[in-house]
């Protein structure tokens, strides 16, 4: 579009009235060296050396304390089930019952049998002593006796079974019978199972390899055995569960078909949250290292010459500086080299910070660590 002349005047002299002397934007003005912005703001800790105890995290797979399969006892077709499938039952419940009329049936007949055998008895008794009958007779009679009382018990027994029990106390799986099918002992019909998962256990391995070196710095002095059988789990999605548990074996043998040396822990489960076939990873103590130097472990990178991290120079500037780690303490690694202590690592801010650009201070407060002692201090704003 053409504008008059007139006003494409007045257009420049505001222009113009815009800018400072000679031209330039205001100082203040976004984008001038008055508008730059601050230096990035991160988070740090102070190095410093202590006692640490190191951990291993390994997978494990949970498994349920006490697990019985509730199974058929006698040949019958089921009736009634009893229980609501996932619920808590308690040992000695009935859970299914079976058509009982049968050995109903045949327990009356074995009580009959019973009570004719011991007439015999008493009619033969007086009888030996006047011996009109042999003892050897009545011996016979009270064999019979026995064996109708042994029949007996055995019928009540199938009786008594016709009502399947909870042989303990869980929670009580899906059913896997319904009314109408028919079950048999000889084939000891599986019709549910019941687990206690409170306590639970998990069943983790450990590599031998790592058995032989930790045993190997154990001798040597390097490193001092952990009086703690304490062991933390720590769930799929990373979160830590609430509540310690402890070691209870470590086999003596070795697994020649994976090389690892099978151990357990258990841990209370008193809501539940834990079931049995989870996939967990288990932090147990190995042993105690004193003089250790301990760092975050979201503050460690990775580069193409190895791991390294951010720390903050005398003059408030990010630098890189590469270091070795050696084994965990809790969650955070322990540095074998680069770090001697006393030194500020960036743990937080660490997308915003550039090596040689200066860094505005923050403390980071970082939850208390399982690992041990000498934990990374928080550096102090504006150190």
Not at 160 to 186: C, F, H, K, Q, Y
Not at 201 to 220: C, E, H, I, M, W
Not at 368 to 377: D, I, L, N, Q
């Amino acid at each position: 579009m053409n504008l008059p002349k007139r006003s494409a005047a007045a257009f420049i002299l505001i222009s113009l009235a815009a800018c400072g002397p000679g031209g330039k934007p205001p100082a203040g003005a976004p984008g001038g060296p008055g508008g730059a912005m601050p230096p990035p703001e991160v988070e740090v800790v102070s190095i410093v050396k202590g006692t640490a105890t190191l951990t291993q995290d390994l997978p494990g797979r949970l498994q349920a304390w006490r697990t019985a399969e509730v199974r058929a006892r006698v040949d019958g077709i089921v009736e009634k089930r009893l229980f609501t499938e996932g619920s808590d039952v308690k040992a000695g419940a009935t859970l299914f019952q079976i058509d009982a009329r049968t050995f109903r049936e045949a327990r009356d007949a074995a009580a009959a049998e019973v009570e004719a055998a011991r007439l015999v008895v008493e009619r033969y008794r007086p009888l030996v002593e006047a011996r009109a009958v042999s003892r050897q007779e009545f011996d016979a009679a009270e064999a019979r006796l026995k064996q109708a009382q042994a029949a007996l018990a055995s019928a009540e027994l199938d009786l008594e079974n016709t009502r399947v029990p909870a042989p303990i106390s869980g929670r009580i799986d899906r059913a896997l019978v319904t009314e109408g099918a028919l079950v048999n002992r000889n084939g000891a019909t599986h019709m549910a199972t019941i687990e206690q998962i409170d306590p639970i256990y998990v069943n983790f391995t450990q590599p031998g390899a790592d058995v032989l070196r930790l045993k190997a710095a154990l001798q040597s002095g390097k490193l001092e055995r952990s009086a703690s059988a304490q062991v933390e789990l720590v769930l799929e999605d990373g979160s830590a569960y609430p509540h310690p548990g402890r070691l209870l074996f470590a086999s003596q043998t070795v697994d020649p078909s994976t090389g690892a040396v099978g151990m357990r822990a258990e841990f209370p489960n008193p809501k539940h949250d834990l079931l049995p076939g989870m996939f967990v990873r288990i932090r147990f103590p190995q042993a105690v290292a004193s003089d250790a130097i301990r760092v975050p472990q979201r503050a460690v990178q990775a580069g193409p010459q190895g791991q390294f991290v951010l720390i903050v120079t005398p003059d408030g500037k990010a630098a890189p500086l590469p270091i070795g780690t050696g084994g965990m303490a809790g969650t955070d690694f322990l540095v074998t080299e680069g770090l001697k202590g006393g030194e500020q690592v960036i743990v937080e801010g660490l997308q915003k910070a550039r090596p040689g650009a200066p860094v505005t201070l923050k403390p980071l407060n970082p939850a208390p660590s399982p690992g041990g002692k000498g934990e990374t201090a928080p550096a102090k704003a504006g150190a």
